[in-house]
């Protein structure tokens, strides 16, 4: 009956789909994770031509999991057939640092993969088509997808800081032993880097200051803000492998919040394309917080910013200007 009308599939891209995060993401994507348990999906993986045979592996494994929101699975190498229709695209396909790399070479590389695929997306994406970034430099590879594909709106594309929120939110929670969902409103301002700047300023635990209930400014000013700094550092050193599972989970988190809506007087983290707010400059994809509402993010306005977090919101600011000079040179 009408009750039971069900809801036309959204179609999802992800690239890089044979890494590791794309391991842990497709399962969360088709389990409900991202767009809620009600919404059915279709999933297109897409990654290069050495990484097919293992993709194909990925797809047979989606397949086993009989999964009742899974309606459908594109595994490719052809970026255009990947791209077709697609309505969220999640970007975790890049070129890794390697050992002896420059950073220019590294950058040179992203540039070409993203630009590249800009133009894919632009083709032959759905018009409304949201974009998130994950893949490192996170917020330099979506300024280039911005570039590239000019005719989706600024503001569908953006870039992972979620996982550095959601790793604030933790470290909080553990020092002061509440419950993850009683921390709130801590903000990650800037780039995907160890120079990112999180800031407890306006956050709450059992909503009273966090300052207040740490009681310990020390801690906060120094090695609160290095830990999560640091964290994925930290992840590699004991892992050998970056972080995935609390990458995809908090992929997950940012477009679900993006989609369906922040809650009522909470905020969170996103990179997206600055418009001078906090006397950021226009023209980066830098990290703030943003509240969600009908499909659309907004910069929470009006928080007062003291000369502690101007320097350190100053100097993130300034390394996404020097990638952005670097992404440039690596044009021509
Ligand atoms: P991974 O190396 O396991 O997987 C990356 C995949 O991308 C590989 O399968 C590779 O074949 C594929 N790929 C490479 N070039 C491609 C292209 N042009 N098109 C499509 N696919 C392509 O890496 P991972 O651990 O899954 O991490 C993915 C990215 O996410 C890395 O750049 C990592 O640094 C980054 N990362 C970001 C965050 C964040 O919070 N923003 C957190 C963790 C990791
Ligand atoms: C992370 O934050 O865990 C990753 O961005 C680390 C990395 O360098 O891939």
């Known amino acids: ?195 990112q700047y999180p800031d407890v300023n306006h956050a709450t635990v059992q909503e009273k200051p966090v300052r207040e209930v740490v009681g310990d400014d020390e801690w906060l000013n120094n090695d609160f803000i290095a830990t999560v700094q640091q964290r994925g550092a930290a992840i590699i050193k004991a892992r050998k492998l970056s972080s995935a599972l609390s990458a995809a989970s908090s992929a997950c988190d940012h477009i679900r919040d993006w989609v369906l809506g922040t809650p009522k007087g909470s905020w969170v983290s996103m990179g997206v394309y600055s418009d001078g707010s906090y006397d950021i400059q226009p023209g980066l994809i830098y990290s703030f917080p943003v509240t969600c509402e009908k499909g659309e993010w907004s910069i929470v306005q009006g928080l007062e910013i003291d000369a502690f977090s101007r320097e350190k919101m100053d100097k993130t600011a300034q390394e996404l200007i020097e990638e952005k000079e670097l992404a440039k040179s690596c044009l021509n």
């Open 1 to 195: 009956g009408l009750l039971h009308q069900e809801k036309e599939p959204v179609t999802v891209l992800v690239t890089g789909a044979a890494g590791q995060i794309g391991y842990a993401l497709v399962a969360m994507i088709a389990r409900g994770a991202m767009l809620g348990p009600n919404q059915p999906v279709i999933l297109h993986m897409l990654d290069i031509e050495p990484a097919a045979e293992a993709l194909k592996g990925v797809k047979m494994e989606l397949m086993d999991a009989a999964l009742p929101l899974l309606r459908g699975i594109v595994a490719s190498t052809d970026v255009a057939e990947a791209c077709k229709g697609v309505n969220i695209a999640v970007m975790l396909g890049g070129f890794p640092r390697k050992e002896g790399m420059e950073r220019k070479d590294v950058m040179s590389k992203n540039v070409s993969i993203y630009k590249a695929q800009a133009s894919a997306l632009e083709k032959h994406a759905a018009a409304d088509c949201k974009v998130l970034v994950v893949a490192n430099p996170a917020n330099t590879n979506a300024l280039i997808l911005k570039e590239f594909a000019p005719s989706i709106p600024d503001k569908n594309i953006t870039c992972l800081t979620r996982l550095d929120h959601n790793r604030a939110l933790a470290q909080i929670s553990e020092r002061t032993k509440v419950h993850i969902t009683d921390v709130k409103n801590v903000i990650i301002w800037g780039n995907h880097s160890s120079t």
